[in-house]
Nanobody, 129 residues
Framework: QVQLVESGGGLVQPGGSLRLSCEVS????????IGWFRQAPGKAREAVSS????????YYADSVRGRFTISRDNDKKTAYLEMNRLKPEDPAVYYC??????????????????????WGQGTQVTVSS
């Protein structure tokens, strides 16, 4: 059984940075595409970023492009989301998810069609002065 555990959330001031981690157990990481999603209270879940299993291509939502960076370390079975220049609109519970197979995700359309089979429990990100 594949399990994902997020960590790294917390409270940060506007303009600050956080690095989220997503540790995978029960399988090798390189068999999966990894996605990061977020959900704020009263809002729909939003796809934030992904990194492909096929060639490590990346996708970013317009709202985070240029500020967030996704990466993966297959040896450590961990994916990361580096979040810089955090804004008041970024607070949410951030979730990582895994999709099996050789997947290349580069657009929002592809991101929306991927079946994210495994999910973590989420980590809270709060941006406040």
């Amino acid at each position: 059984q594949v399990q994902l555990v997020e960590s790294g959330g917390g409270l940060v001031q506007p303009g600050g940075s956080l690095r989220l981690s997503c540790e995978v157990s029960g399988s090798t990481l390189n068999s999966y595409a990894i996605g990061w999603f977020r959900q704020a209270p009263g809002k729909a879940r939003e796809a934030v970023s992904s990194i492909s299993s096929l060639d490590e291509s990346t996708y970013y939502a317009d709202s985070v492009r240029g500020r967030f960076t996704i990466s993966r370390d297959n040896d450590k079975k961990t994916a990361y989301l580096e979040m810089n220049r955090l804004k008041p609109e970024d607070p949410a519970v951030y979730y990582c998810a895994a999709a099996p197979g050789r997947i290349r995700i580069t657009t929002a359309e592809i991101m929306a069609k991927v079946i994210w089979m495994f999910w973590g429990q989420g980590t809270q990100v709060t941006v406040s002065s």
